[in-house]
RNA sequence: CGGGGUGUAGCGCAGUCCGGUUAGCGCGCCUGCUUUGGGAGCAGGAGGUCCCGAGUUCGAAUCUCGGCACCCCGACCA
């Protein structure tokens, strides 16, 4: 029997089992990448699909560049160097040679690459290198590339789609003319973002920009959308960088602009990653497996025959055929659950595990007062509707869940969101978890030191800003607007 | 990279302290029959380099030494 550890008892090992068990991704031989799963990926997919439409409804084209970066393209952008160099996976070698005892393979050492290659951690130089190239004039600007690639960062401890040395992502690089004009695409992103984890994800955020310390390595400003996960931990989950000419002057960059004057061109870079299933499984799922939004669900309806003999599962299947007809010219997906080696019992266990939204169970009793049983994952709730209109009244539903389950997830944040002017509070409230809304007074020195205290660490400076007079809690140095702190995966 | 823990069937574990028949148990898997409205029952069956290497011993899953891997907790990070 496949039962997952309550949240209540282990929050970290509910997660990881409910990954596993409910088929998104396994671990790999490989140390610290994850095999997903094609239950996983099909999430994957859906993120893709809305936000690649998306990314091209606001301008932008799809590209590929390579994985491997030479070295010296990392030494170029001093900040950007350090912030990648300690998780960097590096190809010393090209070729392989039968081992001198005759077991196995090694590195033949006569291969030896003049210059190391650099598995990407992300691609602003190999990116902006190239750019050089496709950039002499203000009329080549802006340009609005996008691309979907896999990244590697060699983390020390990693943890299924939340952090892993290898993951899949999304990166924009753009190049404009004008300050303004790369800020309004930062901003912009941030926004695309938003409204895809709100809408598409059900995931209430918070979007802002990052303190300084927070900032892309490399970046003048970076924008953020932090979500809060249930047990009081905030999720990074998706970030757009107003990059300034910092790579355009490590890469040499220049444009001859409206006026005939050589100028140095401004930059964006944007991405989110796997990472987003994590916080779909964390903001939704509960100790009976995933709750997934409709939106995002492979599979938003499941159909259960009950029946003791196979002449009462044909009827059955003849009973549904309306039903998922109708389903299907509403666009829903459905299965007919018709595995004669599982009981319905199973079944059920399995559907809400999977995070199903909505389940149809059909059987004689059914069959004779001509209605089905529809089940709400979300809820648990079951109730029985005539068989008639089944289609329509699902695709209400699927549309009630969604938004149902997005407002629940804002209950919680906003249970879990306070307004902090003391100290002491400020630690009672950081260790129950949640965000903590506090004054600031703007230092590099005064977070750090929270963080050391605390462990909690600024997530988000909101763009919806809570202007006011305060006072900083540790400092006592006079603040203008409130800023959100949290301890963060 | 520091502290702790664990490696025995696909998964979860017992056995290890105190060496000794043929290495067990639960789940899963296969076959058959009966079942099917919330993880079915019975019967039969398949499945093991006991993490790797060396040593001690008549004999090692068990003891000794060395290695490797993974997990958890910290520090670092999407």
Known sequence: MATITKRSEDYSKWYQELVIKAGLAEPSEVRGCMIIKPYGF????????????????????????PIFIPKSFFSKEA???????????????????????????????????EEEYIVRPTSETIIWNTYRNWIQSYRDLPILINQWANVVRWEMRTRL??????????????????????????????????????????????????????????????????????????????TSHFLGQNFAKAFDVKFLNRDGKQEYVWATSWGVSTRLIGALIMTHSDDNGLVLPPKIAPLQVVIVPIYKKTEQLEQITEYVQ?????????????????????????????????????????GPRDMKGRSVEIARRDTLEKKTYPVDNVAEIVDNLLVQIQNDIFQRALDYRQKHTYYVDSWEEFKQRIEEGGFVLAHWDGTDETEARIKELTKA?????????????????????LSERRVVFARAY
Do not use: C
């Open 161 to 238: 789609f939340l952090r892993t040395s290898e993951f899949l992502w999304q990166e924009g690089h753009t190049a404009h003319e004008t300050a303004d004009e790369a800020l309004a695409e930062a901003r912009q992103m941030l926004e695309v973002y938003r409204e895809f984890a709100e809408n598409l994800l059900a995931v209430p955020v918070i979007a802002g920009s990052k303190s300084p310390s927070e900032r892309f390595a490399g970046a003048i400003e970076t924008f953020t959308i932090e979500g809060l996960m249930q047990d009081g931990k905030a999720l990074q989950m998706g």
């Open 79 to 113: 900040e950007h160097v350090e912030g990648f160099a300690k998780e960097a996976a590096v190809v010393t070698h090209y070729r392989l040679k039968n081992s001198p005892d005759g077991k196995g393979v090694i590195v033949d050492p006569e291969a030896k690459l």
């Open 457 to 477: 660490t600024i997530r988000v400076l909101p763009v919806e800003e809570i202007k006011e007079q305060g006072k900083d809690l540790l400092t006592g140095k």
């Open 42 to 65: 099909a999430i994957w997919e859906k993120i893709q699909a809305y936000l690649d439409r998306r990314f091209k409804e606001t301008g932008h084209q799809n590209a590929y560049f």
């Open 322 to 362: 309306p039903i998922i007809k109708g389903l299907r010219a509403k666009g829903i997906t459905v299965k007919f659950d018709n595995d004669n080696n599982k009981t319905p019992g199973w079944k059920f266990n399995e559907y809400e595990l999977k995070g199903v939204p909505v389940r149809i169970a059909v």
